[in-house]
Structure formats: C-alpha cells, structure tokens
C-alpha cells in the first residue's frame, strides 16, 4: 500500500524537522490492492512506524471513534506538537477497481463476517436506536 512509500517518509521527515501540524491519515483496509498488509509490509502496525513522530490507531469504522480521536489529534497538531499518523483501521467490502472481484485473496465469509459484526452503517443505526433518537421506521 500507500503507506510505505518514499514520498510519505520524505513528508513525514520534514514534517517532524520543522514542527508542521501535519495528519499523516493512513486508510488500512487490510489489503494492498488484493496483498494482505502482512504480506506486503514488515511493519503492519502503521500508527507506530513514526518512529519519534507519535500515532493514534482509530476504528474507522466506527463514526464516534472517528470523530473524538480527530478531535484529540488536531488539538495536539494545533497546538505546536508537530505532526501525528493515524491509521483508520477500516475494511473494503468489494474489490480494489472494476478489474479485482475481492474474492481471490479472501473469502465471501471473511466479508459477510466483517459485514455482520463492524459494518458502520449499522452500528449508527444500532446507537440513534439504543440512545432513543430515532426508530428503525424513521431510520428507513
């Protein structure tokens, strides 16, 4: 993926050397194109790879988990600390383009499972629901 690319380093350096507030937002669907991360990457947890440059490992997934942890990383970017990574850790339902069907490096039960039990959309359903803000009638 993306992530270990040269120019990200480069960036990154320079960030870190002049104090920027820079957000390094790394997406990690779990997959490189169709090469899972542990394939493809000797170091998978992203957030880490700053070396001195602090991360923060959010479930992008999960709206609220999103937005607080946002939150919390421009007030410290904002406030002279220097740049931050952050990895989203999300999931790809579908393929990479038109050309990858998603099947060939994973299985339909890899997705229907990861579907059934992270997908985002349910969850904020499953909270307006619970928290009393809307029935699955108004939701629909």
Not at 88 to 95: A, F, K, L, N
Not at 108 to 123: C, G, Y
Request: charged share 25%.
């Amino acid at each position: 993926g993306a992530a270990n690319q040269g120019q990200i380093w480069e960036s990154a350096n320079m960030a870190s050397l002049w104090k920027l507030p820079m957000i390094f937002c790394i997406e990690n669907n779990q997959y490189g194109m169709g090469t899972s991360i542990d394939r493809h990457s000797s170091h998978s947890d992203y957030y880490k790879m700053g070396n001195h440059i602090p991360g923060i490992r959010i479930d992008g997934m999960n709206v609220l988990a999103v937005k607080e942890g946002m939150r919390f990383v421009k007030d410290f970017c904002g406030k002279g600390n220097g740049p931050m990574y952050v990895e989203m850790m999300t999931y790809r339902y579908h393929g990479h383009s038109m050309s990858d069907p998603g099947t060939t490096y994973r299985n339909r039960e890899e997705i229907a499972m990861t579907r059934s039990t992270r997908d985002p959309l349910e969850f904020v359903k499953k909270t307006m629901i619970d928290a009393g803000f809307a029935d699955a009638v108004e939701i629909k």
